[in-house]
């Protein structure tokens, strides 16, 4: 765990300095990782040469196989993750049948005595399957024939949101609102930051800008970089507090793993939205999910349909020039 992470940084680190990243491999792991001893949290990382070899290895492999450039491996190694993550959130939630009974102050699970329950598991299967409809998308928009084609593909794989209401809702809030500024409290609302940042730029605004421009973004190196810092961090966030629960890490390494990985996933989300989506776009769909925030089941698609509408008059309009 502690090597994908260290992976995802010198992954994004190499990209900020304009490396090529489906050229380049990520040697630089284990290289890293000897300068380290096996002393305080590295040696929780490593656990003894053996472990820290094969766990090098396993996430050189994890990197590269992520930076593919071939379409067709690129869509077959998209799906398969996208199918492992479904099945191990179903697994988490059949296998831990009996934290139905677990009830927590609120969502989350960055507090040293909040334990992960079933309701967040079935929760959190819903945005698993949502990233599992958007990678496909992806990967469609630049065959299909045209923009009605990509418009209506725009709608299909809008449309799980129709079943939002037959899966649970955790609020982000419950963990901050009224409650002493501590880091956790803080750790909980950057996280309701990034869930928004996230549902608006990213998932709706991303995939209208997509559909509008018909672009061929899945093979590219700062979309893959993305990619696997979102997976990465939807299985971390929900399973390093198995970690502590099972006495395998502090609560503190934790907290810090946590805010690391909130780190490194933010950089790449922040560099797709610059390059690929349009600000206006998303800040309307921020704008309609607040004015309609009891709008029913079709709120999503009717607010996704709104926001297409205006991206593409915008995208119509002629550039301003200066004077």
Known sequence: MGWLLLGLTDLAARHACGADLAARHVSGLAGAAADCTEDGAWAWLTGGAAKREAAAAAARLLCRAHLL???????????????????????????????SRVVNDASGALDA????????????????????????????MHGLPGLAARLAALGVVTAPWLLRSHFPVNRFSDNYRG??????????RVKKYQYLLYKHCLLHGL?????????????APHFRLYWLSLNAAYVLEFFLQTLVKMRHMRQ???????????????APALRLIASEVSLPAAALSAALNVASSRGGRWK??????????????????????AV
């Not at 329950?117 to 079935?122: D, L």
């Not at 995939?207 to 093979?219: I, R, W, Y």
């Not at 607010?303 to 301003?320: D, H, I």
């Open 69 to 99: 450039t071939s379409t067709r491996a690129v869509l077959a190694y998209d799906l398969t993750l996208g199918s492992l993550g479904l099945w191990l959130t179903l697994s988490a939630a059949r296998g831990f049948a009996g934290h």
């Open 113 to 140: 005595h909040a334990t992960v329950t079933v309701s967040e598991m079935h929760e959190h299967l819903f945005y698993q399957g949502l990233n599992l409809c958007q990678i496909t998308f992806l990967h469609l």
């Open 179 to 188: 409650k002493p500024v501590t880091l956790t409290r803080v750790m909980y």
């Open 207 to 219: 995939n209208v800008c997509v559909a509008l421009s018909g672009v061929a973004l899945p093979t």
């Open 252 to 266: 503190s390494t934790m907290l810090a793993l946590n805010q690391l990985l909130m780190l490194i996933t933010t």
């Open 300 to 321: 999503e698609l009717r607010n996704v349909a709104l926001t297409t509408g205006a991206a593409a008059l915008w995208r119509a309009m002629p550039p301003v020039r």
